[in-house]
């Protein structure tokens, strides 16, 4: 069994989780995923297990992806359904290179086997053993980052959600800002801007890992999203939605101009 | 190398009666955890999934805020939640660097089942807790 | 909500440059052709005055309609009348010159006001000729549009006094604006829908036992009002008195589209009646409470509280008085000039129904009327249906790009920024504002995850802390992450500093199905730990009960 695949080729999600397989058919679908490795629930266990070959495997496979990587977890389930608790996502930021991966890989492992997540899927229903694989991709530098929900979760309202804030998406996922917020209909015409509260911008720092700095105060109030960048956003919404379906998560970042696609997960609790 | 370093599993008591290759064989099963100063554990109330020895670094053990023990290299938790399938029935708290090597459910029920020896320790370790309860109860 | 139906996804494009605000709270569903023909030009004369009057630093406000919807929009000072304007902004505090503004509409404008209303509503519409009609119309509709401006010339003068003791007693006090207008109550009787009229009327059918037959009776209430209108004696009279002072005035709104009081007789049936039937409300306590509040108050500025307080309640009753006596009356009169011209062209089959003519804009009416070309029924049906099935709610809150942010305050010359305070504090307590405030014990946040959950907060800044919730609490903290999971299933509710709805918290609250408030900004800062608190996940707010 393959135990490593780039994400172009990715296509077992039994082996590698649906996020992973998500993000591989974004790619052969034309979607704007940074490229990178997938790597099997089971090597990942190795990996956290300490097998020296293991880790030899995977630390070769993500070296031609160069510096610092991001590394997300990507749950994986016998029945194929989608366990899109946030607790399962786990994702490493700034690993600064190949030869720290094993300690992230088993920070994502135990993540997915916590008390928490383990409570947590007996709670839905879910008593097997979890398997988790991960996604490694270069580790992206973005001006503007955040999170869009395809349909609004609160009111199940057919708009876009989006939320925004500066640096890496990360302080609109964890909260540590309150984002701007828009919203934008189908047909693209924004129906909501409201400006944040974004005091912290997150951002890679040399040598691994992140660390939160402090906005310029004209920045903080500031909307961090124009209304081309908002077009995109609704581009990319509609084209996840067409090879997705409907109701997605989306983490999305802007880098140099260009809009990514994270992740794209399937929403599990939309409106009332 | 897999798994636990076989000295660590050596001084624990829960596994002192059992050979070198039983002893090798069930290191293999633990993975390495950290944890950082001051982080939880484990939380009284939470569900549980992992049974954990401590390899380097000391711990607390609180119930309902009240501090009850140290914990220390050697020592081991959290097996009792994997046993009844209940909830945590202590906190947990890192107090320097922990270094600990854990085992989920999946690997501890068939260990234990399989091998009679550490199914026999862990009730002498249940025995001991039980009357030390009893007679903290007894107590006025 | 959204309009399914015909698929039609209306545009919203900034009418110009500049940053515009959706007012639904005036202005709850889209507005009448005619409306947005003539309010914009009335209402931008209006507040220009009253800005130049006061010496603010707005030029004015403007009023702006997309389809249909009303967006509000600021116009600034010219910049080389500034230094006038702080000069002005002193002279008005210190002759408290809204008492000259309150002069003027008791001796001037109000009195002129109400005499305009009564020429016009003498007139009996159905009666006149096509022509003659035509040029009523148009003398009602000149008196409209200088009822608006009116309405809008004395708006600061209503709500300054009242923000200015609302900033200074605030201030003094820490109390919430809610409670310091309580201390208005008894300044503003024709709040209370007190009148003279209504005092001779009460008096009149009192003395009249066949009046108070003909009140009491189970009639069809509009033939009930006509029997009284044709009693003989003073009773009849009061009662014509009356219904000719309020029957006219919109129920509820400002547009021609809104209802008069005499086209839903069952309200002014209920009113009358219940207004004879008297029993004083309850004595009021706006004495005892005065005394309170002002014991409050430190010493050394009570007696401006009493100075203050004075001038507010003087003021007060502007509020409504502005409203009623000028352009809620006349829009009832061009409404009733309208529907006569609207019941002859149903009669004439030329439109479907006699109120579809309220959606024509003004030429075309006189246009119908005049027996030229027009829009076709089908075309004035659709936009009285359109206006029916869409509301602001379906409207963005905003358009065009949001203005920097105001000077601060402090920086302006002390009167121009106490006036600037006054009317800003002023407009939010008493129209509302569409930026949730806090107030003293509720705090507003984005409502993440429904449900309303009551229990004890727990202050958790972090891992360190998580020993201390236990089962049933409300967790309070800055942010969550995935190291807080672990106290899901212990927890009753959420509420975070910050965040938006697609943080953490929020998607992790509405997974576990536990109500979440995010984004609430102070929450860690003013809910002490231990307090009980609801947190409502609905509206998006936490009391803090005890």
């Not at chain 1, 956003?233 to 696609?261: F, H, K, M, P």
């Not at chain 2, 854990?102 to 009730?123: C, D, Q, S």
């Not at chain 3, 006596?325 to 009669?347: E, H, K, N, P, T």
Request: hydrophobic share 40%; net charge negative; with cysteine.
């Amino acid at each position: 069994m393959t135990e490593v695949v780039s994400l172009e080729e990715v296509s077992e999600t039994s082996v590698f989780g649906s996020k992973a397989v998500g993000l591989g058919q974004a790619l052969r679908d034309g979607l704007p995923v940074p490229p990178g490795v997938a790597l099997s629930g089971p090597i990942v266990e190795a990996v956290a297990s300490g097998d020296e070959a293991a880790i030899e495997k995977v630390v070769e496979a993500v070296r031609p992806l160069g510096g610092p990587l991001a590394v997300r977890s990507s749950a994986v389930d016998e029945d194929g359904a989608d366990a899109s608790f946030a607790g399962q996502h786990l994702t490493l930021l700034n690993v600064p290179s190949a030869e720290e991966l094993s300690s992230a890989l088993r920070e994502i492992w135990w993540s997915a086997n916590s008390d928490s997540a383990i409570t947590y899927r007996q709670r839905v229903g879910l008593f097997t053993r979890p398997s988790v694989a991960v996604v490694v991709q270069a580790l992206l530098d973005p001006d503007t980052a955040g999170v869009m929900f395809t349909q609004n979760p609160v009111t199940g309202a057919d708009e876009r959600m989006i939320e925004a804030s500066w640096g890496l998406g990360e302080a609109v996922v964890a909260g540590l800002v309150i984002p701007d917020s828009y919203r934008v209909d189908r047909a693209g015409q924004v129906l909501e801007r409201r400006p944040g509260l974004k005091r912290i911008v997150i951002r890679s720092v040399a040598g691994g890992g992140t660390v939160e700095d402090e906005v310029p105060p004209e920045l903080a109030e500031r909307l961090c999203l124009d209304e081309g960048q908002l077009q995109e956003l609704n581009d990319l919404a509609s084209r996840c939605e067409q090879v997705y379906g409907a109701a997605r998560d989306i983490e999305w970042a802007i880098a140099d101009g260009t809009l990514y696609l994270l992740q794209c997960r399937a929403v599990t609790r939309v409106g009332p | 190398m897999a798994g636990a370093p076989v000295e660590a599993l050596r001084c624990v008591p829960l596994f002192a009666d059992l050979n070198e290759s039983e002893l090798a064989q069930i290191a293999l099963l633990f993975k390495e955890r950290r944890f950082a100063r001051g982080e939880t554990v484990v939380k009284e109330g939470s569900g549980g999934a992992a049974f954990f020895l401590i390899d380097s670094g000391e711990a607390t053990v609180s119930v309902g805020g009240a501090e009850r023990a140290d914990l220390v290299p050697g020592d081991y938790f959290g097996e009792i939640a994997l046993i009844d399938e209940g909830t945590r029935s202590a906190t947990i708290t890192a107090t320097t660097e922990l270094v600990c090597y854990g085992l989920t459910f999946w690997e501890f029920r068939p260990l234990v089942l399989e091998n009679a020896v550490i199914g026999w320790k862990l009730l002498q370790s249940m025995a001991k807790k039980l009357r030390a309860a009893e007679e903290n109860q007894a107590q006025p | 909500m959204t309009n399914d139906e015909a698929g039609t996804n209306v545009r919203f494009e900034p009418p110009g440059p500049g940053f515009y605000e959706l007012d639904p709270v005036h202005f709850p569903r889209p507005v009448t052709r005619y409306w947005t023909e003539m309010h914009p030009a009335a209402f931008a004369r209006g507040t220009a005055d009253f800005a130049t009057f006061y010496g603010m630093l707005i030029g004015g406000l403007g009023m702006s309609y997309v389809n249909g919807m009303a967006y509000k929009f600021v116009v600034p000072a010219p910049e080389d009348e500034i230094p006038q304007r702080f000069q002005r902004a002193e002279e008005v505090l210190a002759g408290k010159l809204w008492r000259e503004q309150l002069r003027e509409w008791d001796e001037s404008y109000k009195p002129a006001a109400i005499a305009k209303h009564r020429e016009l509503q003498a007139v009996d519409p159905d009666a006149l000729s096509d022509e003659e009609l035509v040029t009523y119309i148009t003398r009602c509709r000149e008196h409209h549009t200088a009822m608006i401006s009116q309405h809008m010339r004395f708006t600061a003068s209503a709500v300054i006094p009242t923000g200015d003791f609302l900033a200074h007693v605030g201030d003094w006090t820490g109390l919430p604006p809610a409670e310091l207008l309580g201390l208005m109550r008894g300044a503003s009787p024709v709040s209370a829908g007190a009148s003279q009229q209504l005092e001779a009327l009460i008096t009149a059918i009192g003395q009249d036992p066949a009046a108070q037959d003909i009140l009491a009776s189970e009639d069809d209430p509009g033939q009930i009002l006509e029997a009284l209108r044709a009693l003989e004696g003073p009773a009849g009279v009061a009662v014509n008195g009356y219904l000719d002072l309020v029957g006219n005035r919109l129920l509820d709104g400002f547009d021609i589209s809104e209802p008069s009081a005499l086209e839903l007789p069952g309200a002014l049936l209920r009113s009358i009646r219940t207004a004879v039937a008297g029993g004083e409300g309850e004595a009021s306590d706006v004495e005892a409470r005065i005394a309170d509040v002002r014991s409050k108050v430190p010493a050394e500025h009570q007696e401006e509280f009493d100075g203050l307080l004075v001038e507010a309640r003087l003021l007060y009753r502007l509020r409504d008085e502005r409203g009623v006596y000028s352009d809620i009356w006349a829009s009832g009169i061009m409404r009733r000039a309208v529907l006569a011209g609207g019941r002859r062209l149903a009669a004439a089959g030329r439109i479907h129904e006699p109120v579809h003519l309220v959606d024509a804009g003004f030429d075309e009416m006189c246009s119908l009327l005049s027996g030229s070309d027009g829009p076709s029924a089908d075309e004035l049906a659709a936009r009285s249906a359109f206006r029916a099935s869409h509301s602001a709610k379906d409207a963005p809150a905003t358009l065009g790009t949001p203005p920097p942010p105001p000077p601060d305050l402090s920086t302006l010359p002390p009167a121009e920024g106490r006036l600037m305070r006054a009317t800003g504090i002023a407009l939010g307590a008493l129209f509302g504002s569409s930026d949730a405030a806090h107030e003293e014990h509720m705090l507003r946040g984005l409502a993440a995850s429904r449900g309303v959950y009551e229990g004890p907060a727990r202050l958790v800044s972090g891992p360190a802390d998580f020993d201390r919730i236990v089962k049933g609490d409300v967790l309070v903290t800055v942010s969550t992450t995935e190291a807080f999971n672990i106290l899901l299933p212990l927890l009753g509710a959420i509420v975070t500093d910050s965040g938006g709805l697609l943080s953490h918290s929020a998607i992790v609250a509405r997974e576990y199905g536990i109500p979440g408030v995010v984004g609430t900004r102070e929450g860690t800062e003013r809910i002490a730990d231990g307090t009980r608190v609801r947190v409502d996940g609905d509206a998006g707010e936490v009391t803090v009960l005890a």
